[in-house]
């Protein structure tokens, strides 16, 4: 526990896109923090030496007439860390299908090409070299989202186009497959069986060996502790042997007595994959079916969340989200916590900025000495430029003063774009928060994130990844990444520049 004298820190971590489980977020920052400061320590984890951590510690808070399930990092000579979760995507489950999903991409990427209004955002300070460059990079942007969206339509009419010819070719492999005994439908449902069951076990052992070795070269290579499951994987590891040897004997029984039907379906699968255009429907198919996964899982996020300026059916859910999270870090200032942070992965990092803008507007925000403990935001993965550039309305020629009020509603550490607004000036005004430490880590690679060149961020981070095509998820299991957390809430400098 924190003694007399020592701060006790909120940290409020904030959960991207896709599919999120609860607690998943909160449990994997705070063991990267628990591995990092280990680490830094030279000691193993539950070794309080330095800026080492004591073993964790499981509570619960009650925050707003709710429990809210907490990770407290008790760190030699720092202090009580008290790290929470805001698991927002119970707001978004199921609020948008694929289809409105794939709509508001396809207006998403029109609106990237109204350079007209979006200049003015890119042109702040730009010499005009880095600002055909910052020109050139925004429309290679708009080019994908197009080309994205094109795609999926193109496999969709495909599908449509070889309807007739896809049922009229299962329908004739359906009369030239044989018909099976009561004997020969039981070979076969059992041959299923043991053919899912076989894949099933087969699945699961190899994704749980990767894991373990995951965990174990995470965790100082071999003989390092290699996740949760290794003490029960001795017991039945031996069973586990025999069933499988068992299911692969049965499964080899009953394939050899099944052979003679099995060559007839298989000689109908033939004719039907012979049939002209089943090969390009199957391939049309498989491209939607995978699109519209990510659609819902991926894009229906952000198209439920970002509209914020426009006049949208979805406006609800956002304000839901905001609300519930202003509600936690008041909770949190009210509970007495004396230093409140926030650090947001991918769309969970606009979600932090929105919810800093949202308590910078409130009467009396700019003197208010609580809002002076919200002392720091991390953001990592974030997207934020490109929401700034993609999502936020652009006022008109002549509106002057809405333009204006867009900018002050989203005005917290923004850097002003390039407009002259002539007569219709607005008086200065002063926002909370300036004294934040605001760290935004980025790994090349990421093309979801920037480096957030329009807001007035205190530390950039490039975090080097070794494959770019999981650089979006990299920040999770990077022990550098929260080496730089940890810095960051220490208010120290950063090892990476």
Not at 52 to 69: I, K, N, Y
Not at 260 to 272: E, I, K, Q, V
Not at 344 to 355: C, F, P, Q
């Amino acid at each position: 526990m924190a003694s007399e004298g020592e701060r006790r820190v909120a940290l409020v971590v904030i959960h991207g896109i896709g599919k999120q489980a609860p607690l998943r977020t909160l449990g994997a920052f705070a063991q990267g923090v628990v591995r990092a400061a280990a680490q830094e320590a030279g000691g193993p984890v539950g070794t309080p030496v330095g800026t080492a951590v004591a073993a964790p510690r499981l509570l619960t808070e009650r925050l707003g007439g709710r429990l809210r399930p907490a990770v407290r990092l008790e760190r030699d000579g720092r202090g009580d860390l008290d790290v929470f979760e805001y698991h927002w995507a119970e707001h978004s489950v199921g609020r948008l299908g694929a289809l409105e999903a794939f709509a508001w991409l396809l207006g998403v990427s029109v609106a990237g090409l109204d350079f007209r209004r979006q200049v003015p955002y890119l042109a702040n300070g730009a010499s005009p070299r880095r600002l055909a460059a910052a020109l050139g990079t925004q429309l290679l942007q708009v080019i994908a989202l197009a080309g994205g969206a094109a795609a999926l339509f193109v496999a969709f009419l495909a599908v449509l186009g070889r309807a007739d010819t896809v049922v009229a070719a299962l329908r004739r492999a359906g009369r030239a497959l044989p018909e099976p005994s009561i004997g020969e439908a039981a070979l076969l449902l059992t041959l299923g069986c043991l053919v899912v069951t076989a894949v099933a076990l087969g699945r699961d052992l190899l994704l749980s060996s990767l894991e373990a070795a995951r965990v174990a070269r995470r965790h100082g290579g071999r003989g390092a502790w290699a996740g949760m499951f290794g003490p029960a994987s001795g017991g039945w590891r031996g069973p586990a042997t025999a069933v499988a040897g068992g299911l692969v004997i049965t499964a080899a029984l009953v394939t050899l007595a099944a052979r003679p039907l099995l060559g007839d379906y298989r000689a109908a699968a033939a004719a039907l994959l012979a049939e002209p255009g089943i090969a390009t429907a199957a391939l049309a198919l498989w491209v939607a079916a995978a699109a519209r996964r990510y659609l819902l899982t991926h894009v229906a996020d952000i198209a439920l969340y970002v509209t914020s300026d426009r006049v949208s059916a979805r406006a609800r859910t956002r304000r839901a989200i905001l609300d519930e999270g202003e509600a936690l870090v008041r909770d949190l200032l009210a509970a007495g916590y004396g230093e409140v942070y926030l650090a947001g992965h991918s769309l969970g990092s606009v979600i932090a900025l929105d919810i800093l803008d949202r308590m910078a507007r409130a009467p009396g925000a700019a003197d208010d000495p609580v809002l002076r403990r919200v002392r720091g935001l991390l953001t990592f993965g974030s997207p934020l430029d490109k929401v700034a550039y993609f999502f936020r309305q652009r006022p008109e020629e002549g509106e002057a003063i809405r333009s204006q009020l867009i900018s002050f509603l989203h005005g917290v550490r923004r850097r002003p774009g390039l407009r002259d607004y002539g007569p219709y000036l607005a008086a200065p005004y002063s926002l909370p928060f300036r004294d934040l430490r605001w760290w935004a880590v980025h790994a090349p690679g990421d093309v979801l994130s920037d480096r957030l060149e329009h807001y007035r961020v205190d530390v950039r981070v490039r975090l080097p990844v070794g494959n770019p095509l999981r650089a979006h998820q990299a920040y999770w299991s990077s022990d550098r990444f929260f080496r730089v957390a940890l810095e960051w809430l220490d208010g120290e400098e950063p090892v990476l520049g």
